[in-house]
């Protein structure tokens, strides 16, 4: 029944890894988004993507990637972990490009780098 | 950058007490949203109020938009213990296909 699900919802690494983070939706959502909450709990949007166009923030480094096999995935890539990339990611989606009429969160993923 | 700010950072209230968080952003909008983020939790979409609309309630919701001022304001009226979450708002562009940009938020805690 979980509308936007992520795996897994802990992830404790070392620094240099690559990890990735899988994000699902059975919403027949067309857009699907990555965001980072830092410590303070500041939400930053990562990537926008749908089946048309993706969009990065320029931000963004680009040891993340995102990569989508279909339309109800989007899973996080990331390569040559840092500290700095610990953090809360989520994973969303909306029925509209941009999100104009509500996101739909998945339940975060605690990422730790040491 | 970012766009909307939360006032207060964190507020704490009593059971039954109403409970009022503001938000003020930068640029023109087309809609205002709030979501509610309870701890260690993904974020849930509260309500959405339109650039043309003035106010909108949903329930135990309350929430106003001045686009004159760049703001609106999220009230919980009766609050309950389980209204303890972080509260953001979050803004979209008025030019179609721009991602949402949120706040900080407001931490609100209800003591029962």
């Known amino acids: 029944d979980t509308a936007v699900s992520q795996t897994p919802k802990y992830l404790v690494t070392q620094m240099g890894n690559d990890k990735s983070i899988k994000c699902e939706q059975n919403l027949g959502h067309d857009t699907m988004y990555w965001y980072k909450q830092d410590s303070k709990k500041f939400l930053k949007i990562m990537f926008s993507y749908n089946n048309k166009e993706l969009i990065i923030n320029e931000t963004v480094p680009n040891r993340f990637s995102p990569k989508s096999p279909d339309k109800a995935h989007l899973n996080l890539h990331i390569n040559s972990l840092e500290l700095g990339d610990s953090a809360v990611y989520f994973c969303?989606?909306?029925?509209?490009?941009?999100?104009?009429?509500?996101?739909?969160f998945g339940p975060g993923t605690r990422l730790t780098v040491t | 950058s970012q766009q909307g700010e939360e006032d207060p950072q964190a507020l704490s209230i009593q059971e039954g007490e109403n409970a009022t968080m503001n938000c003020s952003y930068k640029?023109?909008?087309?809609?205002l949203q709030w979501y509610r983020q309870n701890s260690g939790r993904g974020l849930v979409h509260l309500i959405l109020?339109?650039?043309?609309?003035r106010e909108k309630h949903s329930g135990r919701l309350r929430v106003t938009l001045d686009t004159s001022k760049k703001s609106s304001s999220l009230l919980i009226t009766a609050s309950r213990a389980a209204d303890t979450a972080s509260y953001f708002c979050?803004?979209?562009?008025?030019?179609?296909?721009?991602?949402?940009?949120f706040g900080k938020g407001t931490r609100l805690s209800v003591i029962a």
């Open positions: 640029t023109s909008i087309n809609n």
């Open positions: 969303a989606s909306s029925q509209d490009y941009g999100g104009g009429r509500g996101q739909y």
């Open positions: 109020i339109r650039s043309n609309e």
């Open positions: 979050a803004t979209d562009g008025d030019s179609g296909n721009t991602p949402l940009v």
